[in-house]
């Protein structure tokens, strides 16, 4: 029997990767989210970035941030946990979200809507905010639960494509 390579992405790596790449599609100036859903089989049914809604073109709405919410971003980007639930290709009862930042309060409210049973997050540097504080009151009512991605075992991984 052959050798196989034990020096593979693992799973967790290539969920989130995914998440990551998706990121990099993002034309926020100042926040690239990426999301990547999967099923109990480890199957991806839905992946998803932030950026305006479908058919909007990213030069008729502002990228930046105003005092005139009007003239800002916020009232009008749709975030990644929102698209990869909409792009979803099934339904996401018990499905897992690896997600490069926490989830908002609004989106914490379509992922527990959704069926979605657990939450693998990157980055939680808005901690401190009320959306976020929030997200995870919301999170551990409806038993979904919300782990780091630096503490599964296989985090680490730096990985170079030539796309
Ligand atoms: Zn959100």
């Given at each position: ?8 992405i693992?799973?967790d790596?290539y ?8 990121a990099?599609?993002?034309?926020d ?17 839905g ?10 073109s ?13 003239e800002?971003?916020?009232?009008y ?13 099934q ?10 930042l ?5 989106c914490?409210?379509?992922v ?7 939450v ?12 976020v ?5 919301m999170?551990?009512l ?8 630096e503490?599964l ?11």
């Open positions: 029997m052959s050798e196989f390579r034990t020096d593979n693992k799973w790596q969920f989130m990767g995914i998440a990551m790449l998706s990099m599609r993002s034309k100036p100042s926040t690239q989210v990426g999301a990547c859903i999967v099923n109990e089989n480890k199957k991806i049914v992946i998803g970035y932030n950026g305006f809604p479908s058919g909007i990213d030069n008729d709405l502002p990228w930046g941030k105003s005092e005139n919410p009007l800002s971003k916020y009232l980007v749709c975030h990644s946990e929102m698209n990869a639930i909409l792009n979803s290709t339904n996401l009862k018990n499905c897992t979200l690896y997600v490069t926490f989830p908002c309060n609004e914490a409210k379509i527990i809507q959704s069926g979605i049973k657990k693998i997050y990157a980055s939680d540097k808005h901690s401190d905010t009320d959306a504080k929030a997200s995870k009151k999170f551990e409806a038993k979904i639960d919300y782990l780091p991605y503490k075992s296989d985090f680490n991984k730096e990985i170079t494509l030539t796309v």
